[in-house]
């Protein structure tokens, strides 16, 4: 019986990050287990939930994605609000979008609640073909606001479930 052990209201969850550094890719692999090498821009921003079961508790996990406004840096404040976690991608191959992740930190101070709970995470890790990637810059960057720093890859299924298993377990301890 699933009521008898029903958790908490759904937590929500909003991606944040540069267009094209794989939220979306990182969502539906974790929701549906699919990945596409052409994945089409997101055109609507969607909302995909996800049942978790931790130490016997059932939570669901709202996942909200943006459907592309990131590239105006117009995402509103609905999409912020009640914002119980923050999921902040980059692309481990493009400094820049890891550079704006301090940009998308400065929006949820304004959006979003100030006890947010945050994640980073580096995608594309497959892309990396040498160990030339040093990412102590960005686990310290992640230390200084309270995220754990996660590398992904949405296309081999890397690192993936970690991440949104770390989120809802914060969110969870501290209801
Ligand atoms: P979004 O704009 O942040 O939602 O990014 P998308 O999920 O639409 O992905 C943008 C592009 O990057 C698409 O062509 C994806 O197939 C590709 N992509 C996303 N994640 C990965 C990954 O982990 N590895 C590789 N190699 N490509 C990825
Ligand atoms: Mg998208």
Redesign the pocket.
């Known amino acids: 019986n699933m009521n008898a052990k029903a958790g908490p209201r759904p937590f929500k969850l909003v991606l944040l990050g540069d267009g094209r550094v794989g939220?979306?890719s990182l969502v539906l692999r974790y929701v549906d287990d699919v990945f596409s090498d052409s994945q089409t821009?997101?055109v609507q921003a969607s909302y995909l939930t996800k049942r978790l079961n931790i130490n016997g508790v059932v939570v669901t996990l709202s996942i909200w994605?943006?459907a592309?406004q990131e590239r105006f840096h117009a995402l509103g404040p609905i999409y912020y609000r009640d914002a119980d976690a923050a999921l902040l991608v980059y692309d481990i191959m493009d400094k820049d979008s890891f550079t704006r992740v301090r940009n998308w930190v400065k929006e949820l101070r304004q959006m979003a609640s100030k006890d947010i709970i945050l994640a980073i995470a580096a995608n594309k890790s497959d892309l990396v073909r040498s160990q030339k990637i040093d990412l102590q810059e960005a686990e310290r960057y992640a230390a200084s606001i309270g995220a754990k720093h996660f590398v992904t890859s949405a296309k081999l299924n890397t690192g993936i479930e970690q991440v949104f298993l770390d989120i809802t377990t914060r969110a969870l301890e501290k209801r």
């Open positions: 939220k979306t821009a997101t994605d943006t592309g």
